[in-house]
């Protein structure tokens, strides 16, 4: 079973570009949820996604962000018109649908954004 | 709202040696998930343990063990027979069992250093 996986690795942009970031949850999870962590600090939440649902967007910036979960496909965090603040390691997890761990998020390697 | 509080920012600790790590939280809540999770260099997030607060018994895992307080809302984790692959951020984390909130709270991490 693959784990998380996030793509790209590394993303590179200037500023007032937009930045796509992808994330395929584990086979059986249907629960995304995405976190932004900035150099020396802790994983911050951001949006929890369901299937073609945003369940909770709490911590997502008013502007600019915003964050999808297609029926197919894989998730997409958006950033229009990039700062440099938004420079940061941005982190999906995903939990199982039914089991005994519904309740624990496993993590994909992180995207590292960097805006010149 | 809930709060995780980590407030060592940097332990050290001899190869093959015990150390433990702290971990408080604030909460209103009666029913929740605590966490502890390594991030090493390569920045991916790692489950080390996991701790339903409605289960007296305090979780282990190999090496790896917890000090669960509920009433004084503690969650220390402890590592014994320390190795160099040890080495890493490690982040303790809260999720709310309640419908709807399904957001990890990280605390701010303990960087740990293990000396050969």
């Known amino acids: 079973n693959a784990g998380v996986m996030q793509n790209p690795r590394h993303l590179v942009r200037r500023r007032g570009q937009e930045a796509r970031l992808r994330c395929s949850p584990m086979?059986?999870?249907?629960?995304v949820y995405w976190y932004r962590q900035l150099p020396e600090e802790g994983l911050k939440f951001m949006v929890y996604?369901?299937?073609?649902?945003?369940?909770?967007e709490s911590g997502m910036p008013k502007e600019r962000f915003s964050a999808e979960f297609p029926k197919e496909g894989p998730s997409i965090l958006r950033i229009q018109q990039v700062v440099r603040g938004d420079s940061a390691a941005y982190f999906c997890?995903?939990?199982?649908?039914?089991?005994?761990?519904?309740?624990?998020?496993?993590f994909g390697p992180g995207t590292r954004l960097t805006v010149l | 709202a809930q709060t995780v509080t980590q407030s060592q920012p940097e332990m050290s600790v001899q190869e093959a040696e015990t150390v433990t790590l702290s971990c408080t939280y604030d909460?209103?809540?009666?029913?929740?998930?605590l966490f502890w999770y390594k991030q090493p260099p390569s920045r991916q997030m790692i489950l080390v343990i996991r701790?339903?607060?409605?289960?007296?018994q305090n979780a282990t895992e190999n090496r790896f063990s917890v000090n669960f307080q509920k009433a004084a809302k503690s969650f220390s984790l402890k590592i014994s027979d320390s190795q160099l692959g040890d080495a890493a951020m490690y982040f303790c984390?809260?999720?709310?069992?309640?419908?709807?909130?399904?957001?990890?709270?990280f605390g701010t991490g303990t960087r740990l250093k293990v000396l050969a």
């Open positions: 996604l369901q299937k073609e649902n945003i369940i909770d």
């Open positions: 909460t209103s809540e009666s029913d929740y998930y």
């Open positions: 984390a809260y999720r709310s069992q309640y419908s709807g909130t399904y957001k990890y709270i």
């Open positions: 997890a995903s939990s199982p649908d039914s089991g005994t761990s519904t309740d624990t998020q496993y």
């Open positions: 086979k059986g999870h249907s629960h």
């Open positions: 701790q339903e607060a409605y289960k007296q």
